[in-house]
């Protein structure tokens, strides 16, 4: 994106140039007003916690100052669940990867109000993100957390769960490090578990059948609490790098 981040987005390259973005993409920007809340996360937060892909790929000691355990979050919506890891961690260093702008601008705002040092955000594509910035084998963990689920047909090839992209979370992964993964949505979830059984490199951390009861470190969201109240099912999968 563009050095302002209350900028438009355009259908560009995030490169900056005038290519055509590259391939199907796993979500759609939608306009929404910003909260003075999330306008202040954007414009006075950012330029100390943001980063851009126009900026290469990380150094993360030199970024965050020390070396630690890394986390990335793909998709962290508006960052309920991601700022309450960052606070109750801050042993680790987080990195969120969202673009949805009041989001970006929400987790940047309540970064700033609880001075939380240990999180550095991306408003991009994950998968620009991941390719072209995360060094390979550097991360300890990877988190999607419902991801939107495309469920009509016609829609699939826009999940972002694909061979293609569980290869490229693995060599970003140190092995033994871990992508973690939850959806409500079933056929997902199946689709998930597909998917990781065919990835070579990975093994499941179930300790039987595909799916993990949810680890503690993943905050319970109001989402997701109203959901268990209606019946709703949660399928967390978590798998380990091996090489
Ligand atoms: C269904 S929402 C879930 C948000 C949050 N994880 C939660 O549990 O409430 C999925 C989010 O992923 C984001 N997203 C989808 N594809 C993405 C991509 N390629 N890069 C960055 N964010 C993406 C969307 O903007 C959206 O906010």
């Not at 079933?186 to 990781?196: D, N």
């Not at 179930?206 to 709703?232: I, N, Q």
């Amino acid at each position: 994106m563009s050095d302002n981040p209350l900028s438009v987005e355009s259908e560009t390259s995030s490169a900056g140039d005038s290519r055509p973005r590259r391939g199907i993409k796993s979500y759609v920007l939608r306009a929404g007003r910003m909260t003075v809340a999330q306008t202040r996360g954007l414009e006075e937060v950012w330029p100390r916690l943001g980063l851009s892909v126009v900026d290469g790929p990380l150094n993360l000691d030199a970024l965050f100052g020390r070396a630690a355990p890394r986390v990335v979050e793909i998709g962290f919506g508006m960052g309920a669940s991601l700022i309450e890891q960052v606070q109750a961690h801050p042993e680790t260093d987080f990195i969120g990867i969202e673009v949805h702008a009041p989001g970006v601008g929400k987790l940047l705002d309540e970064a700033d109000k609880r001075q939380l040092s240990n999180l550095r955000v991306y408003r991009e594509d994950a998968l620009e993100v991941l390719s072209r910035c995360i060094p390979e084998a550097s991360l300890d963990g990877l988190q999607l957390f419902f991801p939107d689920p495309w469920p009509k047909k016609k829609h699939h090839k826009r999940r972002i769960v694909q061979p293609t992209f569980v290869e490229l979370v693995r060599t970003r992964l140190k092995p033994g490090g871990t992508l973690h993964m939850a959806t409500d949505w079933q056929a997902y979830a199946e689709h998930m578990s597909e998917v990781m059984a065919a990835a070579p490199g990975y093994r499941n951390t179930a300790a039987e059948g595909d799916y993990v009861a949810r680890p503690a470190f993943r905050p319970l969201t109001k989402f997701e609490s109203r959901g268990a109240k209606l019946g709703h099912g949660v399928w967390d999968l978590l798998f380990a790098r091996t090489d």
